[in-house]
């Protein structure tokens, strides 16, 4: 009966959660005078996981606004904001990213009520009615849908206007500067210039921010001495690469941003391709002794973070939450 309703969060939940929820969804088969007490049941444990999976223990206690409020565990409020915020802290989002936290806190606040709903749900209930009963498995099924909105639509928020803030702190001078250091793939060539695409921020943690740039750059290749060139014996010419910055950048200072060469990855393929247009240019007659292009480098693989969503880690009842409108 519920079964359509669920398939948009499915997506959404790791393999064991999905698990729970369809095994919840089963208790409705059987008729039951606990049936509903045994979805609620099941229900809580899902949600439970699910915090659990978006804000890890070890990640929320190693916030720099984390405060301990009972027993050195996360409670179910500061789970949900680790998972909209991750390491970053009220001042830098009011004050940098000019997002008003009071709306959010309101809406958090409702969630992590709904959320203490199912903590009592079946406490000294027996045999709810059919009407009562399905009412109550159709506002679970849409608090989940609103679960995973309310954290998408609020970190989105965040992140956008923290990649706005890069845009500007990050430009193509900057870039530019370091490039002219970068050994492409020989001495003989020039940095002309560079052009940004897109600056996107990958993840966030509790210690870092990881950003990734992607971009190309413009490089004139030169065949041959100046003295070739003078005498026309040398070739000039031009190739633009893609290239990839992958950066962290502390939680604690988000706008500290420094790129260093070994953060560049430069795509140097391109220049191999037999296939391409361009009329590779003869050497043969060069009066001086043949040049042979370097081997690229390839030491600088893509910063891919150790963090990883679906690790589960023991479930560790949390203590609930009162309704709170400010945090």
């Not at 199912?118 to 009963?133: A, E, I, M, S």
């Not at 004139?220 to 031009?238: A, I, M, P």
């Not at 706008?255 to 220049?271: A, G, H, Q, R, S």
Request: glycine letters at 4%; hydrophobic letters at 30%; aromatic letters at 10%.
């Amino acid at each position: 009966m519920f079964e359509h309703k669920v398939v948009p969060i499915t997506t959404r939940l790791a393999p064991n959660e999905q698990k729970m929820l369809i095994s919840s969804l089963k208790s409705l088969d059987f008729e039951d005078d606990m049936k509903y007490n045994s979805f609620g049941h099941k229900f809580r444990e899902m949600m439970s996981k699910i915090l659990h999976r978006l804000a890890p223990n070890e990640a929320v206690l190693a916030c720099s606004w984390y405060v301990n409020e009972h027993d050195n565990k996360p409670t179910r409020r500061q789970r949900l904001l680790y998972a909209i915020k991750s390491g970053l802290e009220d001042e830098f989002i009011e004050s940098e990213l000019e997002i008003d936290l009071v709306p959010i806190a309101k809406r958090l606040g409702k969630v992590i009520s709904e959320l203490n709903k199912y903590t009592h749900f079946g406490d000294g209930t027996f045999d709810v009615n059919k009407d009562v009963g399905e009412a109550f498995v159709s506002e679970s099924i849409d608090f989940l849908l609103n679960f995973f909105s309310s954290i998408d639509e609020i970190r989105t928020q965040i992140v956008e206007s923290y990649e706005a803030l890069l845009n500007k702190k990050i430009t193509e001078a900057t870039i530019n500067d370091v490039m002219q250091e970068i050994d492409i793939l020989a001495t003989h060539y020039t940095v002309d210039g560079n052009t940004i695409d897109t600056i996107s921020v990958a993840d966030i943690d509790a210690h870092n921010i990881y950003i990734s740039v992607d971009g190309s750059v413009d490089v004139t290749h030169q065949y041959g001495s100046d003295g070739d060139l003078r005498r026309g014996d040398g070739v000039e010419f031009e190739k633009s690469y893609p290239f990839i910055i992958n950066i962290q950048v502390s939680v604690i200072d988000p706008l500290f941003i420094e790129i260093e060469t070994d953060d560049i990855e430069v795509d140097t393929d391109k220049y191999y391709d037999n296939g391409s247009d361009e009329e590779e240019p003869d050497e043969s007659d060069y009066n001086e002794e043949s040049y042979e292009p370097d081997e690229p480098d390839y030491d600088d693989e893509p910063y891919e973070p150790d963090y990883d969503d679906d690790d589960e880690e023991p479930y560790e009842p949390d203590e609930p939450d009162e309704p709170d409108y400010n945090y």
